[in-house]
């Protein structure tokens, strides 16, 4: 199965939810998810990416963002992959995370950070088999400072 990996074109924003809500949960307006989108393909220190096969169905996609940090090494955090049911198993998910690992190095970052819910069973064992080892667990916390966002 020949695969092409690329960035988004606005055409995708339904399958790109689609994606979100059935693998993470995350139900985001259409306009609100290209906002959104826009942003990241206009920072070049985000990496998002499609995979998609020869007949333009994309089954999965992943996003990773570049941090320096003021008192540990540049990281990049691989934020969110998806990899779609139907492309399970064929390798997907290690070809996304060697892509993130290209962009690692391309930023001169020394980490890739990832973080799931450890519930997520089968996606900690996946990570743990590209090399990804467990280092801190955290609390997540949140504050919202502005109203009327998803």
């Given at each position: 199965m020949?695969?092409?990996?690329?960035?988004?074109?606005e055409s995708?924003l339904?399958v790109?939810?689609?994606?979100g809500l059935?693998?993470?949960?995350?139900?985001?307006?259409?306009n609100e998810l290209?906002?959104?989108?826009?942003l990241?393909n206009?920072d070049?220190d985000?990496?998002?990416?499609?995979?998609?096969?020869?007949?333009?169905?994309v089954l999965?996609m992943?996003h990773a963002?570049?941090?320096?940090?003021?008192?540990?090494?540049?990281?990049?955090?691989?934020?969110?992959?998806?990899?779609?049911?139907?492309?399970?198993?064929?390798k997907?998910?290690?070809?996304?995370?060697?892509?993130?690992?290209?962009?690692?190095?391309?930023?001169?970052?020394?980490v890739i950070?990832v973080?799931t819910s450890?519930?997520?069973?089968?996606?900690?064992?996946?990570?743990?088999?590209?090399?990804f080892?467990?280092?801190?667990?955290?609390?997540?916390?949140?504050k919202?400072v502005?109203?009327g966002?998803?």
């Open positions: 020949e695969i092409q990996f690329r960035p988004f074109v995708d339904g790109i939810h689609q994606f059935e693998h993470l949960g995350y139900d985001v307006p259409l290209k906002r959104r989108l826009d990241v206009a070049q985000h990496y998002f990416r499609l995979a998609e096969d020869q007949l333009g169905t999965g992943g963002y570049y941090m320096p940090l003021s008192i540990e090494p540049p990281q990049v955090v691989l934020y969110s992959l998806v990899v779609g049911a139907a492309a399970r198993g064929k997907l998910g290690s070809r996304f995370v060697s892509l993130v690992e290209d962009f690692a190095r391309s930023r001169d970052a020394s950070m973080g450890v519930e997520r069973e089968q996606a900690i064992r996946f990570y743990r088999s590209q090399g080892e467990p280092s801190k667990q955290w609390a997540v916390l949140k919202q502005r109203q966002s998803p």
